[in-house]
């Protein structure tokens, strides 16, 4: 019913919270805010009537003119019930819409002027019969999807002559954002129809996927039953047959399988208790799965399968290391005497060997050499970066996804009982959380606790004592020292220059050259000296590894010349032609200056990628007696250098030193190679040389280097890396090396070839390295 506004007219106004009134819709409101209490109570104390607009937020609780909608409709109160919480429940009827044109606001209530808002008629012309019908036709579709649908909506909608009153009663019945509600109420006629067009054909299709979601799920439910159902009489049918369960199918293939394996008897009493659950499993359960997963995975262990391990000869054993690689001596020396042990006794325990060396001397491939030289499998493991305990003991059968451990994991790919499986960077493991990993390790690397390993997922002990476990790993501070001593450490010290041109001879150019396609094609020779050359201007490292790559370099640069004139096929890459091939060099090594200096003195260091020269140089300054020491030196080699200064101090007689020199001289010793990080005792004589030469005044002859350990009562002490250091300086052309008389045992063991044209000078107390290195 619709009826003039007239501008004075100031109606109550009710913010309604998530509504929007369509005329002619008639719906309950409870109200609860004070202000809309005040206004309800005002429009039914006069005439009924009230502005019910809608609030564009739910959580504002007292909302200005910023907070509602200017679009709403005026209402009649039918029924007005006071409740007993304060609160009141109306019942209203809307009857027209309209706008606000100016809020009047109160401390008690909201009141608004309201203007007329004019809609257009819908004229009843075909094109809007035809879409009205369209409209019709999805509301009804809307009406028998939706599950909260009320029949007494379309039998008002059926009462209906209207075209206007239709669109609003169906507006008012379908379930809208309150935004999209509200942009319906303010539209014309026309677009209003279509708008809701486009709205309720999105809420329909919305409808059909859940409805046919709700009928897969339901479908998927009957299919469950009735293949349970149907198992049931298979069950039923086999049982009149005489089959039992366990005779067909892949249960059947298993329990043979389990059958002919060498058992032990907690595995054998495990595989019976899984089989009989099976048994009595329903097929599509998850359980089902879980426990053939678990029996597939007992019957491909390998239980009693083992590898011939009498069936090498000792003698093929070593070509085989040999041929693997170069040097060594001590490292293959203990292998072959694990061999030949094993030759005689059926079993030897405790044999866990572990690698222990800079990147690239061989590690890996010496473990690959040693698996071979036995005649076993090999299976490597990568522990860098493992930090969950589960990799190694796997995970228990009840987590989903549930699977063995990596040793176990290992046992089954090798498919014997007594592999060499190599573990890789075991220094790089980590824990957090989850557990730490090198403890579950201690129990794998056991000798006396390896022959009943347990996995989570297994769940019964397994024999690991056949199995020959190699570890490796560049340091071995970070390996917890629990684990540490369960294995035998060997080290490997990294190549000397010699080694690495024996290697680079005997072994990298040939297989690069196969590598390269060029073995019975093109003659390469590479001379001795370009060997040299590359190793020292090229490389920097204690393995060979980017010295093959730079032989891989220079084949490459060979193979591009070959095919720019094929006709010449032979090559010899020499000391010259180095440069032409790699480029600049990346790393000078200049010859050492043999003149004598004061307060300069030469010192041997050992580094990852093999022994340095260092001229560890001493000035005297005026001063207060401070020392200053820079090269970015370790502690350890800082107190090598107080220490060397407090010898110097107490004999100041003995070297003709200044008594008080300490009272008006400060001291600076540096290492040069700043950016080089420094550390170790072994320069101790090296610095106690140039601060006694410093202010003695008396040169240290340029033909001497020297390395050793200081005390303070002047003992020289052994120090290691001693076969580095003799390279250094041999590559240097120092002839004369001063060492503790404690490492002279150690000169056994070094090749000749490196001692050959240096005169060493062992010595045990500092008066003698004095009398010796200063002029």
């Not at 075209?163 to 026309?190: F, T």
């Not at 495990?270 to 019957?299: C, F, G, H």
């Not at 451990?405 to 573990?423: E, H, Q, Y």
Request: proline share 4%; with cysteine; hydrophobic share 35%.
């Amino acid at each position: 019913m619709k009826q003039e506004i007239k501008q004075e007219n100031i109606l109550p106004v009710i913010p309604a919270r998530n509504v929007v009134i369509f005329p002619n819709m008639v719906a309950p409101l409870i109200i609860g805010r004070s202000r809309s209490i005040k206004a309800v109570n005002i429009a039914n104390e006069s005439d009924k009537i009230i502005f019910c607009v809608a609030q564009k937020s739910i959580d504002t609780e007292k909302p200005t003119e910023e907070d509602i909608y200017k679009v709403g409709t005026v209402c009649e109160i039918i029924q007005y019930l006071k409740m007993p919480d304060g609160s009141i429940r109306v019942l209203i009827n809307g009857l027209y819409r309209a706008k606000i044109s100016q809020l009047a606001e109160s401390e008690d209530y909201i009141g608004a002027e309201l203007a007329p808002y004019e809609s257009n008629t819908l004229p009843d012309n075909e094109e809007n019969q035809a879409l009205m019908k369209t409209l019709e036709s999805e509301f009804k579709k809307y009406a028998d999807l939706s599950r909260n649908f009320s029949e007494e909506a379309l039998i008002k909608y059926s009462n209906l002559d209207s075209m206007v009153e239709k669109i609003d009663l169906i507006a008012s019945n379908i379930e809208l954002d309150l935004p999209k509600k509200q942009e319906v109420l303010q539209l014309q006629p026309v677009e209003r129809l279509l708008k809701l067009i486009e709205y309720i054909s999105k809420e329909v299709e919305i409808l059909k996927i859940r409805q046919k979601i709700a009928g897969e799920v339901k479908s998927k439910l009957t299919k469950s039953q009735k293949e349970y159902f149907l198992n049931q009489e298979m069950k039923a049918i086999q049982e009149e047959l005489g089959i039992s369960k366990e005779d067909s199918g892949e249960l059947g293939e298993i329990k043979k399988k389990l059958d002919d394996l060498e058992l032990t008897d907690e595995a054998r009493k495990k595989a019976d208790q899984e089989i009989k659950r099976l048994q009595r499993t329903n097929p599509v359960s998850p359980e089902y799965s879980v426990a053939l997963n678990y029996l597939n995975w007992l019957e491909e262990l390998p239980w009693g399968k083992t590898k011939n391990h009498k069936d090498f000869k000792i003698e093929e054993a070593e070509k085989i290391l040999d041929e693997d690689h170069y040097g060594l001596k001590k490292i293959k020396e203990r292998i072959v005497e694990y061999l030949a042990v094993l030759k005689i006794v059926n079993n030897v325990k405790g044999q866990i060997l572990c690698f222990v060396g800079p990147p690239g001397v061989g590690k890996t491939s010496l473990g690959r050499s040693i698996a071979r030289a036995m005649d076993r499998k090999f299976e490597r493991l990568s522990l860098g970066g493992v930090r969950d305990e589960a990799e190694i003991r796997g995970h228990r059968k009840t987590y989903i996804g549930a699977m063995p451990g990596i040793i176990i994991r290992s046992m089954k790919k090798a498919g014997t009982k007594n592999p060499v499986i190599m573990m890789d960077e075991i220094d790089k493991m980590s824990s957090d959380f989850r557990g730490d990993p090198s403890a579950a390790l201690l129990e794998v690397l056991d000798p006396e606790q390896n022959f009943e390993f347990h996995d989570h997922y297994m769940e019964i002990p397994y024999d690991l004592s056949e199995v020959l476990f190699i570890t490796t790993a560049n340091t071995l501070y970070s390996i917890p020292s629990p684990l540490r001593d369960r294995m035998e450490i060997i080290t490997l010290p990294g190549y000397t220059e010699y080694e690495k041109e024996k290697i680079a001879k005997g072994f990298l150019i040939p297989k690069q050259m196969k590598n390269h396609g060029l073995k019975d094609k093109l003659q390469i020779n590479f001379s001795d000296n370009a060997i040299f050359k590359i190793i020292r201007n090229y490389t920097k490292e204690a393995g060979v590894r980017e010295l093959e790559r730079n032989i891989s370099a220079v084949l490459r640069k060979i193979i591009r010349r070959y095919l720019k004139n094929k006709d010449k096929k032979s090559f010899t890459v020499s000391t010259r032609s180095v440069a032409k091939y790699l480029g600049v060099e990346k790393y000078r090594e200049s010859k050492a200056k043999k003149e004598s200096k004061i307060g300069v003195a030469k010192g041997l260091a050992w580094s990852s990628s093999g022994g340095v020269l260092l001229e560890i140089e001493a000035l005297l300054m005026e001063g207060k007696g401070k020392v200053h020491l820079t090269g970015k030196l370790g502690d350890v080699m800082k107190e090598s250098a107080n220490a060397a200064l407090s010898y110097s101090r107490s004999n100041y007689k003995e070297f003709d030193i200044e008594k008080n020199f300490y009272k008006n001289k400060d001291v600076h010793i540096h290492v040069p190679q700043g950016a080089i990080p420094k550390d170790g005792p072994s320069a101790g004589i090296t610095i106690a040389v140039a601060i006694i030469s410093a202010l003695s005044k008396r040169k240290v002859s340029g033909k001497y280097a020297m390395t050793g350990e200081i005390t303070l009562m002047g003992n020289v002490l052994p120090v290691g890396g001693l076969e580095e250091k003799l390279v250094a300086a041999k590559r240097s052309n120092i002839p004369n090396v001063i060492i503790p008389k404690k490492n002279e045992k150690d000169l056994v063991e070094i090749d000749k070839q490196i001692k050959k044209g240096l005169n060493i000078i062992p010595v045990e107390s500092m008066k003698e390295v004095i009398d010796i290195a200063l002029e």
